[in-house]
């Protein structure tokens, strides 16, 4: 079923099916693959510093537990009403802009004060 809706598109975000010719028994969106695959490498990287502190059993339930936490929540959560992805955008967006702000796409510069040659002359000499 294809369906070409802003609101359809709101409340369906874009999900994986396959996975190189394998199906995963529920689908993930790009975000939760990467989460996933971020939280295991570093925690395989890092086993050494905190599985010898663990049982075995308990080390192996982190070690894929918290992979699924995390990609749950990375589909769950959000920031300023946008997916985490998008959220991480908006700040990186607002982090990278110049302190005077955007005009047209580019840097807006305030133009420094004019010297003019013209006289200038101030009002009337008559008091009374």
Known sequence: MQCASYTHARRHPMVLGH????????????????VVLVTFVFLTWSWSAWAAHLPSSVSFLAAVGLPV??????????????????TALGYLSLW??????????????FAGAARTNTPVWFGGGNQE
């Open 19 to 34: 996975i190189a010719g394998w199906a995963p028994p529920f689908q993930l969106t790009i975000a939760q693959v990467l």
């Open 96 to 109: 990278s802009a110049p302190n005077t702000g955007r005009a047209g796409g580019r840097p807006l510069r």
């Open 69 to 86: 936490a995390a990609a749950w929540v990375a589909r769950h959560v959000r920031l300023e009403g946008r997916s985490l992805p998008r």
